[in-house]
């Protein structure tokens, strides 16, 4: 896109963008979670509302919020505006070799003096010729026969709107991945509220078990304390969860483009997603002939080495054929036809350093092309190596925390019983339920990484949106 610069999706790798985007962390699972502001990130976490609310609530599925998104999100339709800009400048430079036809109709009443330009007269002839009516209704035509700038300005437009398209792929295959983030997000909030409020329920049971039992004289007022004190304190992480869950929602109406105060139900569940299993090498092989921003890249190089060929044909001649045809008169009843061809050859002589200037800018950019092309493909093989590395450590997260949550489900159970036969104290059920919170958040936080770590990697190697068509279908 000449004289364009697109949003940089490139500045914040994929993994660290989707991080920053929900302020995330595996890590951290009991509050809240926090991000920067929006402006902070770029335009693919906004959206641009369309159309009215409805008085229901929409049943939204994966694939009905991927589809929304890649139609109203401000990241896409921003980038789609740049595929047009630089269709336009390619237009712009192509006007210079295709022909140039304009049409003028006048209508003049003029006197000349002729003496005034020097014209000899015979004795008794005025000076002053007129007033005399003059007609003129012609059509004027250029081309352009051979012009060696003109053709590689015109190539150079062509490469940056080939640079355009795949910025605008890239770009759907980034919403994909922010729009499969955010709705996973939502569903491992939703899952946290589903938990909390079991365990909610779990410990009503024991105060309620720990008060009958006190009245039988079995336990202690301690045990009835401590479990009042566990429903009171579970009862508030289900106003923290819900409130989580509540953003995150928010979140995802945002970047997908919802009307404003539109409210929606997710009808998927949270799941371990599958990927294409590839090696290192394979990945690399795909992610170089398939990734937008790569392959934008590496057109812009092109679009430079065009443009640098513009500026060394500025020194070249140029043959141009110009022309015109029409009626001329006093007026339209006595006008005749004339014409005029005009051949041309334009040989640049001395133009003040310009071609030298010029040249000098378009090497500079050369090598600044060149450059981001040679990092972006190092990036490329960085964040497909540190993806396949996430993917492993998420893999064995999952197995340990799945079997986590079984042994604190088993230590509940057990602790349950000790309590009710009067053989220990409630503090063993309320440890236990602790772990079993643990448990339950940690499971879940390691699904939604390991989500995670997957997008990542099909977004470094380029396939983001083809995955997501074969996995959820129906895309638009």
Do not use: C
Request: glycine share 8%; hydrophobic share 45%; net charge neutral.
């Amino acid at each position: 896109m000449s004289g364009e610069k697109g949003t940089d999706v490139r500045a914040v790798p994929p993994v660290l963008f989707v991080a920053l985007l929900f302020g995330h962390s595996a890590a951290t699972t009991a509050a809240p979670m926090q991000g920067p502001p929006p402006a902070a990130i770029g335009p693919f976490v906004g959206g641009v509302p369309s159309g009215p609310p409805t008085s229901e609530p929409l049943s939204l599925s994966i694939t009905d919020a991927l589809g929304r998104a890649l139609e109203h999100n401000l990241g896409v339709l921003l980038s789609a505006n740049g595929v047009d800009r630089a269709r336009g400048a390619r237009w712009r430079a192509l006007s210079d070799l295709l022909p140039n036809v304009s049409g003028r109709l006048s209508e003049t009443r003029q006197q000349i003096n002729l003496a005034a330009y020097g014209f000899p007269r015979p004795a008794g002839v005025p000076s002053v010729v007129g007033p005399f009516n003059l007609f003129d209704a012609r059509v004027s035509f250029s081309q352009s026969v051979l012009d060696f700038k003109a053709l590689n300005d015109t190539r150079a437009e062509t490469h940056n709107l080939a640079a355009a398209r795949y910025d605008y792929k890239n770009a759907r295959d980034l919403v994909v991945l922010v729009g499969v983030d955010a709705y996973a997000q939502a569903l491992a909030a939703s899952a946290r509220v589903d938990a909390v409020r079991a365990q909610v329920d779990t410990a009503r049971a024991l105060y309620n078990q720990a008060v009958d039992l006190k009245q039988g004289g079995l336990v202690a007022g301690i045990d009835v304390l401590r479990a009042d004190v566990q429903l009171a304190t579970d009862r508030q992480r289900v106003t923290a969860a819900q409130a989580t869950f509540e953003k995150a929602k928010l979140q995802l109406a945002r970047l997908m483009g919802l009307p404003l105060g539109q409210a929606f139900t997710l009808t998927d569940q949270i799941s371990s997603a599958p990927i294409p299993a590839m090696t290192l090498e394979q990945a690399l092989d795909r992610a170089y002939k398939t990734r937008g921003d790569y392959l934008a890249a590496l057109e812009r190089v092109r679009a430079a080495q065009a443009t640098r060929q513009a500026a060394i044909s500025e020194a070249l001649p140029a043959i141009r054929v110009n022309g015109n045809y029409g009626d001329l008169g006093h007026s339209p009843a006595q006008s005749h036809d004339t014409f005029a061809i005009v051949g041309a050859v334009d040989v640049p002589i001395f133009q003040g350093g310009k071609t030298r200037g010029r040249l000098l800018e378009a090497d500079a950019d050369l090598r600044s092309r060149r450059a981001d092309a040679d990092d972006l493909k190092a990036s490329i093989y960085y964040e497909i190596r540190a993806a396949l590395i996430d993917l492993q450590a998420g893999n064995e997260q999952m197995q340990v925390a799945a079997r986590a949550r079984e042994l604190a489900a088993d230590q509940l159970t057990q602790a349950r019983d000790r309590f009710a036969a009067g053989v220990a104290g409630n503090i063993e059920v309320v440890q236990a339920q602790s772990a079993v919170t643990v448990a339950n958040d940690q499971y879940i936080a390691a699904l939604y990484a390991s989500n995670l770590a997957k997008g990542a990697f099909i977004h470094a190697v380029g396939i983001a949106e083809e995955t997501a068509r074969q996995v959820f279908g129906g895309l638009r």
